[in-house]
């Protein structure tokens, strides 16, 4: 697999692949004490919400319903214990619904997300706006939007180099598919996180619930648009 990839795509995967092992390597050297409950929840529910996927209309890539559980770990637990949610939410999304994911593709997929989950901490932990009474929104908005941009760009850059598409056209067309999912589980990663804890059954059960209908909604959608979108072209074919 690897002999028919370009040479700057394999760069950028090996780049990709080293920068998520100092990700988890500074992580273990910062080891804190976890509430095991609570990281236990989120990594069974990672595991769920990155079943709930939808591959996005013309393209190779998906989205999948992860987000607001991986939000949830960069605010509420340590570095490594994110990056161990991050990691089971790219194990479960790789090989969900029986898909036979490449090993260079599942590394690449778990290293851009590992990547995403660990800068997406630092911006929350940054402290850049000081202790404001917005400071805890305003530091979600900034983690959800650096994990967007680490998580899409690199997905969209390698679409761009082994299948020869513009990486930016790509990265937009990402953007507008996948832009109100990363709003939407923003604001639930916000309602989630207002509770003095995630380790509540009942909460992560109501969020898995919340999750589970914007997939089943994202689903329907796509698929009236890919049933749609050949009609469209054929009518615009016979004018």
Known sequence: MTNTLPIKAKVMIGMVAVASLCALSFGAAR???????????????????????VKLPGMTS??????????????QLGLFASLLVAITAAIAQS?????????????????????????AYLAYHSQIFGVR?????????LAAATYFVANTLPVASIIGLTEGGNPFALWHKVFLWSFPN????????????????VSGLA????????????????????GRTEQTQPRVMAMAAGR
């Open 31 to 53: 080891w804190q004490t976890q509430a095991w409950p609570q990281l236990v929840l989120l990594l069974a529910a990672a595991a769920l919400s990155s079943r709930f996927k």
């Open 62 to 75: 998906s989205m999948s319903g992860n987000l607001p559980v991986i939000l949830l770990g960069v605010t």
């Open 133 to 141: 009474a917005t400071a805890h929104t305003m530091s979600l908005v």
């Open 182 to 197: 990363y709003v939407i589980g923003a604001g639930l990663t916000a309602i989630a996180s207002t509770f003095s804890t």
């Open 95 to 119: 090989y969900s619904g029986g898909n036979k994911t490449k090993p260079i593709q599942f590394v690449f997929n778990a290293c851009t997300l590992l990547n995403a989950a660990g800068l």
């Open 203 to 222: 909460t992560v059960a109501t969020l898995m619930a919340v999750l589970f209908a914007v997939y089943q909604s994202y689903k329907m959608y796509v």
